[in-house]
């Protein structure tokens, strides 16, 4: 009777424990899917933006060092005018940006943007802060999607299947 009982326990343990994975698969699907389809919506809603000319006044290589060793960033910053109102913002593309532990590929994106360069700043007309120096839908923003996605659906087909199969 000891050995059924202990038996049935410990179905009970790992079914919750499949079930808390299954979920938290679910969850970071979701998640991803969330920021990623936030990132697209802008890139869409940027269409409607008009352009400006503005200037580069500060491009350099940002780094920061933790456990992991080194982050390398370009640090970007532009001004620029939208109805007689001077603007200066840092927001090169609507991911966030390059943060990467290859120094090479933030360096490149530093060399883009050369200080006083001339170059068109997309920024939204009803909120003219709101800017950016790419309105390009990037790698980045297509792989949260993409992984996210994917991972909703295996997370929802788990719970489908966990539920299914619960009672057998």
């Known amino acids: 009777m000891t050995d059924i009982a202990a038996n049935d326990n410990s179905k009970g ?4 424990l499949i079930f808390f994975l ?5 969850g970071f699907g979701l998640v991803l899917t ?3 389809a936030r990132q697209v ?7 409607d933006w008009e352009s400006t000319s503005g200037e580069i006044i500060r491009s350099q290589l940002g780094i920061t060092t933790d456990s992991d060793g080194d982050t390398y960033r370009p640090e970007v910053a532009y001004e620029y005018v939208v109805n007689d109102i001077r603007y200066i913002n840092d927001r090169l593309r609507f991911d966030g940006g ?13 060399a883009q943007y050369e200080m006083g360069m001339t170059v068109s700043v997309f920024y939204d ?6 800017a950016v120096l790419e309105r390009n839908l990037t790698t ?20 489908i299947y966990y539920f299914r199969h619960q009672g057998s």
Do not use: H, W
Request: aromatic share 12%.
């Open 41 to 47: 919506l802008n890139y869409f809603d940027s269409n």
């Open 34 to 36: 969330v920021m990623g």
């Open 125 to 130: 007309p009803t909120d003219p802060q709101e």
């Open 98 to 110: 390059i943060y990467s532990s290859n120094r090479d590929n933030a360096a490149r994106k530093v």
């Open 22 to 26: 299954v979920f938290m698969f679910a």
């Open 140 to 159: 980045g923003i297509q792989t949260y999607l993409g992984v996210g996605i994917i991972l909703l659906a295996i997370g929802i087909f788990l719970i």
């Open 13 to 16: 343990e790992s079914g919750c």
